[in-house]
Each structure stands twice: as C-alpha cells, then as structure tokens.
C-alpha cells in the first residue's frame, strides 16, 4: 500500500470520527490502568459493567488496597481469569504506592514492569491517559493491518513498529483507536461488513465481501 492510500484511509476515519477514544470508562489515568488490565480476554462491555460498581468504592491503589484481594474478587468475579488479574491488581497497587507514591507514571519501562502489564497495556495507558503517539496492537489492529494492507506483519510488535513507520504523524495520536473501531465494527474477523465499509475502495484485501 502506499502513502498516498494510507493518507486518504486516515483521513476519511478522521473526518467521520474526529475525536476517537476508547470504549472503556474511566476518569484517571490509574481507573484507565486498572481496566486495561481487566480488559485481556474480556470485552469492553464486561469491564465496564464491573469497574462501574468498583470505582465508586475503590478507584485509587489505596483504596483498593484496603479492599483486599477476596474484595476486589467480589467486584470483578464477572470478568475472565479474574483470579490471576485480582492478585496482578493487588501487586501493582502495591508497587505504585511503593515506588511512585501512588501515581501512574508517565513512561513504558516503570508501567511494563507493573504485573500484568505487557507492551499493549502500557501502549494503552500511555496513547490515551498521556497523549503518547503509540499504537497497542491487539487482535482487531493486527487483523486490520494485515488484512487492508495498511501494515501488514507476522507479529503484533512487527505491525506495530510498521504503523509507527508508516502511519504519517498528523494521525497517529489517534491511529490506535480509529484501527480498533473499524476492526471492531467492520473489519470483523469472521466476516468484514465490506459494503459498509468507507475504505473499502483503498483496502487492499483480495476477499472484499459483496454483500452483507
């Protein structure tokens, strides 16, 4: 694909949706960490059905600290692997009030070293609390990637790193949320709602779908 199709690409995603952002609730930087974490393997829906009965009574490390770990469980037991995400929580609340007095810190090596925090994570917590140009690539970027030609890769760090290079920097603040929406909505991975899709003349995929 070249630059002038990811420009246009970018450009009608900007012109649709100006101010793109994500579908997880959240009013600090720590609330929006906090349902990062909760979000692997869960939809956005789904956290945000529990962080809504959370945050009113915990949204801080310590408050949620004092909970405990059996009470956080009680919050969040409607989300997948809430065992292992409840005790990562737990560390991690432990870990920002022990090293940065209880602050989400501006920068991907302090938030990848939190407990059940990797790369798409700190990507999250960095493009939309900061305003870092970065990209999380999960399953819907990767998918849109590869499958529109935009950035194609073998793995999410191989798209990533293409985006970064190729995505002209006038977009890439928002990049990561126009590519998760149009994967998410239509570019579905069973099957893409091509017909309604407004890139769908730019899109590089060999299997357009005629009809819904």
Known sequence: ??????????????????????????S?????????????????????????????????PEAILTLGLDGLKNY?????????????????????????QGIVPDDRALLESLP??????????LNTAFGHPTIAVDTHIFRVGNRTGIAKGKTPLEVEKRLLRLIPDEFKLDAHH????????IC?????NCPECIIRDLCEYKHKIEQT
């Open 76 to 100: 969040i037991r409607t989300i997948g692997l809430y065992n292992s995400k409840a005790a990562n929580i737990i560390k991690t609340c432990k870990i920002l009030i022990e090293r940065d």
């Open 178 to 185: 126009w590519l998760i929406l149009h994967g998410r909505y």
């Open 188 to 192: 579905k991975a069973r099957k893409p």
């Open 28 to 60: 600090t930087p720590f609330e929006l960490l906090i349902a990062v974490i909760l979000s692997a393997q869960a939809t956005d829906i789904g956290v945000n059905k529990a962080t809504r009965r959370l945050y009113p009574v915990a949204n801080t």
């Open 116 to 125: 059940g925090v990797g790369r798409k994570t700190a990507n999250v917590v």
């Open 1 to 26: 694909m070249n630059r002038d199709k990811r420009i246009e690409i970018f450009r009608r995603w900007r012109q649709i949706d100006p101010n793109p952002t994500t579908e997880l609730n959240y």
